[in-house]
């Protein structure tokens, strides 16, 4: 199976802020690569899929990047609404394997 | 709109079956991969098995092989999985997400709001 890191697991920002989360897959997943956005009591939302791509009706201040094995999701200019649980996740191969989460809290 | 509505959850004793459904609408059902995904409450996400759009290709996660069935009903725009020998560790929300292709995995583009099972006696 494909090991997803995040890191970090957590931090701590300020409405503003310019925020960067990474995600390490243990050996190549390409470009198949995704980010989710998880709110507290909330089910998953995808942000990003393979790698850069936006998903339909995501503010462009989220964006994606990497290829391989590192990959980053950018928040450009943290907003209010951005406070949440963030995970990576590869589907290049099955089992599509999640990164353990980053909690983005408010400074 | 799109949606999935997971139903079928609930409290079961240890060794006991449970089956979980999910009704799908908004969207033709029968043109895409889905899956199940599972979360502990407080921890990460954990994939359990997923099913092709023509139930050619099913997968399940190491954890669940051998226990758990996944199946569709492109008729009746559901999903399920059977749920036999289940464990303490299978306590989760059961979340029911649709894929964006044909055949999985790709990216997990719709979930419900999930369906929690407690395996406790």
């Known amino acids: 199976d494909i090991q997803m890191t995040q890191s970090p697991s957590s931090l701590s920002a300020s409405v503003g802020d310019r925020v960067t989360i990474t995600c390490r897959a243990s050996q190549t997943v390409t470009s198949y690569l995704n980010w989710y956005q998880q709110k507290p009591g909330k089910a998953p939302k995808l942000l990003i899929y393979?790698?850069?791509d936006l998903q339909s009706g995501v503010p462009s201040r989220f964006s994606g990047s990497g290829y391989g094995t590192d990959f980053t999701l950018t928040i450009s200019s943290l907003q209010p609404e951005d406070f949440a649980t963030y995970y990576c996740q590869q589907t290049y191969s099955t089992p599509a394997t999640f990164g353990g989460g980053t909690k983005v809290e408010i400074k | 709109e799109v949606q999935l509505v997971e139903s079928g959850g609930g409290l079961i004793q240890p060794g006991r079956s449970l089956r979980l459904s999910c009704a799908a609408s908004?969207?033709?059902?029968?043109?895409?991969?889905m899956h199940w995904v599972r979360q502990v409450p407080g921890k990460g996400l954990e994939w359990v098995s997923s099913i092709s759009w023509n139930s050619g290709s099913i997968a399940y996660a190491d954890s669940v092989k051998g226990r758990f069935t996944i199946s569709r009903d492109n008729a009746k725009n559901s999903l399920y999985l059977q749920m036999n020998s289940l464990r303490a560790e299978d306590t989760a929300l059961y979340y029911c997400v649709k894929d964006m292709e044909q055949q999985p995995p790709d990216a997990f583009d719709t979930w419900g709001e999930g369906t929690m099972v407690t395996v406790s006696s």
């Open positions: 908004g969207f033709t059902f029968e043109d895409y991969a």
């Open positions: 393979v790698a850069s």
